[in-house]
């Protein structure tokens, strides 16, 4: 049996084992008659009268937050809630590597490195983030929060219409520290290692109450220092002969030294009759520099290639403030009106200096000075009422207003380019959305829900103007074969969709730095440039779901998702007359071609091998499994799926507490494969195989201190990214590849 068949097989006989089992249990919940009421208990016999008591014990009742499953379970649209225990379960430095577990989530980038979040292999776009319930701002990282910061993480696979209903994908809602609930003091000091630099961090969370008021904040700071290096290869071949008339070879040498701070804090006012006021600021900063020497080596070409050496120095600092309030009053008897309202501020500032040179002599600069500043401004309000007839309701609006700035300016050999952009383009952004909803318990075995939510966007920069308007009709329902079952099955009808970005729209371009204007570009070193004439994809979609929870903590779930997609955008290249060039260049804009359509399979499996055997170790399964399906209409095939769709995904982990120790261990295997996209009949994208092994041990000094080793990225391989695209008799391959490494982290954890 080949090794991956064999990996795969290893890897999914657990998780197939469990999902049989769902089913049939499932199908013997729905035709077994229920079991004759037990037996009355006998009335014990009277006994002797006793001394009254002269004492009272005292009783202390502590009530907690729901249990991940139990929010998961009772929420009647599909969710799976990560609480504390997950997020510090192995120690991660980013909330990518942390929701790269997750069923049916996908991270881009190399492998241990984190990166940006996808969901059932989608897109950028697709995947709706949120931060605290709102949007986060354009250009936002998510692994610029600290994990420490994270109170726990909602994923949403169908939308509501509180929630919003620009996720074709799904919604990850990141929920920071909360108000107090027990008193904290946890201090966190991790040392790292990658390629043989430290990464040092550490992070400090209290909670705490002050004349009446409950309070928490969140500090952490980090320093990374990373080796980036690549190579790739660009190789051009004439479609009649097979001839190569094109060979160059780059290998870039990159390093890259950054630092972070994250600050975020609650400040709660409990009044009479359910009022509150919270106060909610979150501070993100941080700031780098990157070296990059490069060497490009051409050994076929009829023109000689621009340079053989080049330098590059950068550097570059990020900046996110905000400023969120709520005030929450109860009206009357299941009455609750709620106000949120928030400020906030991001800016981003780069400069850089490339310096190429040929046969030892300085052949051109480049400097580059960017500038982004985005200012926001949002105002919520909503209203709950509870019926008597087991109906939940809840209204609201909102309205976001977002001004942005971007500043460019670009120097080469000391005169500026783009001239007819000019320096500075501003733009605005301002949303308005109003919804309604409805929770309703039918019965103990059913419960339903209906929204609907009308959400416009008008955008204006310059000569750009773009609005669109969309209603999003959404249904979501639970159904139990009894009252008290384990079991249950969710049905979701809705309708969403993914607005263009502010980039997608505006036209000024930004240039390639190989072959810079105002000559001529090649297939694959392209200019990327806005299209003001973009309109909003829509989906309609049904997801059906069958859950099984299981004693403790422990869930099998298999959910199957349907999307058909209208107004499909995806990035073409094509050869344009520009302004910016004496000469046509290749050119990649966002373009609405057509409709597309997507489905799939995730199954889940939680749960401890006792559970399954008798006298198995006490060891607790993690895996999942997810099967993609994608097709875009206009584009032949084979391989028109939608853009960074995996064929599946796999996960498989275990944890395990040693007996008679305060030592625990766990590990992960997380499998993406390989795959070609066909972007058009001429283009195509390639994405490499990545696999990531994880592994941690626990050791627990006392209740108060721990140590927690974390080895991630175990088997590090090469990452490796590319396409091609036929012009002109020729076809352009290029081809990325870039090495990885081994991460190592060692965390102490101190409860003060």
Same mark, same amino acid.
């Given at each position: 049996m080949p090794?991956?068949l064999?990996s795969?097989h %290893?890897?999914l006989?657990p998780?197939a084992?469990?999902?049989? !089992? !769902?089913f049939?249990?499932?199908?013997c919940?729905?035709?077994?008659?229920d079991?004759?009421?037990?037996?009355p208990?006998?009335?014990p016999a009277p006994?002797?009268?006793?001394p009254?008591a002269?004492?009272?014990?005292?009783v202390? @009742?502590?009530?907690?937050?729901?249990?991940?499953?139990?929010?998961?379970r009772d929420?009647? +649209?599909a969710k799976?809630v990560v609480?504390r225990?997950?997020i510090e379960?192995?120690?991660?430095? $980013? %909330?990518g590597?942390l929701?790269?577990?997750?069923p049916?989530?996908t991270?881009q980038g190399r492998?241990?490195?984190?990166?940006?979040?996808?969901?059932?292999?989608l897109?950028?776009?697709?995947?709706? @983030?949120?931060?605290?319930g709102?949007r986060?701002?354009?250009?936002?990282?998510?692994?610029?929060?600290?994990? *420490?910061?994270?109170?726990?993480?909602?994923?949403l696979? +169908?939308?509501?219409?509180?929630?919003g209903a620009?996720?074709?994908a799904g919604?990850?809602?990141?929920?920071?520290?909360?108000g107090y609930?027990?008193?904290?003091?946890?201090?966190?000091l991790?040392?790292?290692?990658?390629?043989?630099r430290v990464q040092p961090q550490?992070?400090?969370?209290r909670n705490d109450?002050?004349?009446?008021?409950?309070y928490n904040?969140?500090?952490?700071a980090?320093?990374?220092d990373?080796?980036?290096?690549s190579?790739?290869?660009?190789v051009?071949r004439?479609?009649t002969?097979?001839a190569?008339?094109?060979d160059?070879?780059?290998?870039g040498e990159?390093r890259?030294?950054r630092q972070g701070?994250? +600050?975020n804090?609650? !400040?709660q006012?409990?009044?009479a009759?359910?009022?509150?006021?919270?106060?909610?600021p979150l501070?993100?900063y941080?700031?780098?520099k990157?070296?990059r020497?490069?060497e490009?080596?051409?050994?076929?070409?009829?023109v000689p290639?621009?340079?053989d050496?080049?330098?590059?120095?950068s550097?570059?600092?990020?900046r996110?403030m905000?400023?969120?309030?709520?005030?929450?009053r109860?009206?009357?008897?299941?009455?609750?009106?709620?106000?949120?309202?928030g400020?906030g501020? /991001?800016?981003?500032?780069?400069?850089s200096?490339r310096?190429?040179?040929s046969?030892?002599?300085?052949?051109r600069?480049?400097?580059?000075?960017?500038s982004?500043?985005e200012?926001s401004l949002?105002?919520?309000g909503?209203?709950?009422?509870a019926? *008597?007839?087991?109906? /939940?309701?809840?209204?609201g609006?909102e309205?976001?207003?977002?001004?942005?700035?971007?500043?460019?300016s670009?120097?080469?050999?000391?005169?500026?380019?783009?001239?007819?952009?000019?320096?500075?383009v501003?733009?605005?952004?301002?949303?308005l959305?109003?919804? +309604?909803?409805?929770?309703?318990?039918i019965?103990p075995q059913w419960s339903?829900?209906?929204?609907v939510r009308?959400?416009?966007?008008n955008?204006?920069?310059?000569?750009v103007?773009?609005?669109?308007?969309v209603?999003?009709?959404l249904?979501?329902?639970?159904?139990?074969?009894?009252p008290?079952?384990k079991d249950q099955v969710?049905?979701?009808?809705t309708r969403?969709?993914?607005s263009?970005?502010?980039?997608?729209l505006i036209a000024?371009p930004?240039i390639?730095?190989?072959y810079?204007?105002p000559?001529? =570009?090649?297939?694959t070193?392209?200019?990327?440039?806005g299209?003001?004439?973009l309109?909003p *994809?829509?989906?309609t979609g049904?997801?059906v779901?069958i859950?099984?929870?299981?004693?403790?903590?422990g869930?099998?779930?298999a959910?199957?998702?349907h999307?058909q997609?209208?107004?499909?955008?995806r990035?073409?290249t094509?050869l344009? $007359?520009?302004?910016?060039?004496?000469?046509?260049?290749?050119?990649?804009?966002?373009?609405?071609?057509?409709a597309?359509?997507t489905?799939g399979?995730?199954l889940e499996?939680k749960?401890?091998?006792?559970?399954?055997m008798?006298?198995?170790?006490? %060891?607790?399964?993690?895996? =999942?499994?997810?099967?993609?399906?994608?097709?875009v209409?206009t584009?032949p095939?084979?391989?028109n799926?939608?853009?960074?769709?995996?064929?599946y995904?796999?996960?498989?982990?275990a944890d395990?507490?040693?007996?008679n120790t305060?030592?625990?261990l766990?590990?992960?295997?997380?499998?993406?494969?390989?795959?070609?996209?066909r972007?058009?009949?001429?283009?195509?994208a390639?994405q490499?195989k990545?696999?990531?092994?994880?592994?941690?041990?626990?050791?627990?000094f006392?209740p108060t201190?721990?140590?927690?080793?974390?080895?991630?990225?175990i088997?590090?391989?090469?990452y490796?990214?590319?396409?091609?695209?036929?012009?002109?008799?020729?076809?352009?391959?290029?081809?990325?590849?870039a090495?990885?490494? %081994? =991460?190592?982290q060692?965390?102490?954890e101190?409860?003060?």
């Amino acid at each position: 049996m080949p090794t991956s068949l064999l990996s795969m097989h %290893v890897l999914l006989g657990p998780l197939a084992a469990a999902i049989s !089992l !769902l089913f049939a249990q499932l199908a013997c919940a729905q035709t077994q008659p229920d079991p004759p009421p037990p037996p009355p208990i006998p009335s014990p016999a009277p006994a002797a009268s006793a001394p009254a008591a002269t004492t009272l014990q005292r009783v202390e @009742i502590n009530a907690g937050r729901a249990t991940d499953n139990q929010l998961r379970r009772d929420s009647t +649209a599909a969710k799976i809630v990560v609480g504390r225990e997950e997020i510090e379960r192995f120690g991660d430095s $980013t %909330v990518g590597d942390l929701l790269k577990r997750l069923p049916g989530v996908t991270v881009q980038g190399r492998p241990g490195r984190g990166g940006a979040i996808r969901m059932r292999g989608l897109g950028n776009g697709y995947t709706q @983030i949120l931060l605290d319930g709102e949007r986060v701002a354009p250009g936002f990282s998510i692994d610029s929060l600290a994990p *420490e910061q994270i109170e726990r993480i909602e994923i949403l696979r +169908a939308p509501t219409a509180e929630t919003g209903a620009r996720a074709i994908a799904g919604t990850v809602n990141i929920i920071t520290r909360e108000g107090y609930t027990k008193r904290l003091n946890n201090v966190q000091l991790t040392v790292g290692a990658e390629n043989g630099r430290v990464q040092p961090q550490a992070s400090w969370s209290r909670n705490d109450t002050l004349s009446g008021l409950n309070y928490n904040f969140s500090l952490s700071a980090n320093r990374n220092d990373r080796q980036n290096d690549s190579r790739s290869t660009t190789v051009d071949r004439d479609l009649t002969t097979n001839a190569v008339v094109l060979d160059q070879n780059d290998k870039g040498e990159v390093r890259e030294r950054r630092q972070g701070l994250q +600050a975020n804090g609650r !400040l709660q006012w409990r009044g009479a009759l359910g009022e509150s006021v919270t106060v909610m600021p979150l501070l993100i900063y941080g700031q780098g520099k990157t070296q990059r020497y490069g060497e490009l080596n051409q050994t076929v070409g009829s023109v000689p290639a621009p340079y053989d050496q080049a330098e590059t120095a950068s550097e570059g600092s990020f900046r996110l403030m905000r400023l969120n309030g709520m005030w929450t009053r109860r009206l009357g008897e299941g009455e609750r009106m709620e106000w949120r309202a928030g400020l906030g501020q /991001s800016k981003s500032v780069s400069e850089s200096l490339r310096l190429e040179n040929s046969a030892g002599s300085l052949v051109r600069t480049l400097q580059d000075s960017t500038s982004a500043v985005e200012n926001s401004l949002s105002l919520n309000g909503k209203f709950f009422k509870a019926l *008597e007839s087991e109906h /939940s309701l809840t209204a609201g609006g909102e309205l976001e207003t977002n001004r942005r700035t971007d500043a460019r300016s670009t120097l080469q050999n000391g005169a500026p380019l783009l001239l007819d952009f000019g320096d500075a383009v501003q733009a605005s952004v301002r949303r308005l959305a109003f919804y +309604a909803q409805d929770d309703w318990v039918i019965s103990p075995q059913w419960s339903a829900y209906a929204g609907v939510r009308w959400e416009g966007i008008n955008t204006q920069g310059g000569d750009v103007k773009n609005a669109s308007g969309v209603w999003t009709p959404l249904a979501h329902a639970v159904w139990k074969p009894a009252p008290e079952s384990k079991d249950q099955v969710r049905f979701s009808l809705t309708r969403s969709y993914r607005s263009p970005t502010l980039q997608n729209l505006i036209a000024r371009p930004s240039i390639n730095n190989r072959y810079p204007a105002p000559g001529a =570009n090649t297939p694959t070193n392209v200019d990327r440039a806005g299209n003001p004439n973009l309109l909003p *994809e829509l989906a309609t979609g049904l997801d059906v779901a069958i859950e099984r929870y299981l004693p403790g903590s422990g869930l099998l779930s298999a959910n199957v998702f349907h999307r058909q997609i209208s107004n499909y955008m995806r990035s073409e290249t094509a050869l344009e $007359t520009v302004s910016w060039a004496n000469v046509p260049r290749y050119v990649s804009r966002m373009q609405n071609i057509g409709a597309a359509v997507t489905q799939g399979l995730e199954l889940e499996a939680k749960f401890r091998l006792t559970e399954l055997m008798e006298d198995g170790p006490k %060891v607790d399964i993690r895996s =999942n499994l997810s099967f993609f399906r994608s097709r875009v209409q206009t584009v032949p095939g084979p391989d028109n799926r939608l853009d960074q769709q995996p064929s599946y995904t796999a996960n498989f982990g275990a944890d395990y507490r040693v007996p008679n120790t305060p030592l625990s261990l766990g590990g992960n295997l997380n499998w993406t494969p390989g795959y070609t996209t066909r972007i058009s009949d001429v283009q195509t994208a390639e994405q490499g195989k990545k696999i990531g092994i994880d592994a941690y041990a626990l050791w627990v000094f006392s209740p108060t201190v721990q140590l927690r080793t974390t080895f991630s990225n175990i088997d590090p391989r090469d990452y490796v990214t590319g396409g091609s695209l036929d012009a002109l008799g020729v076809r352009e391959t290029s081809v990325n590849t870039a090495p990885t490494y %081994v =991460n190592l982290q060692v965390r102490l954890e101190i409860k003060l």
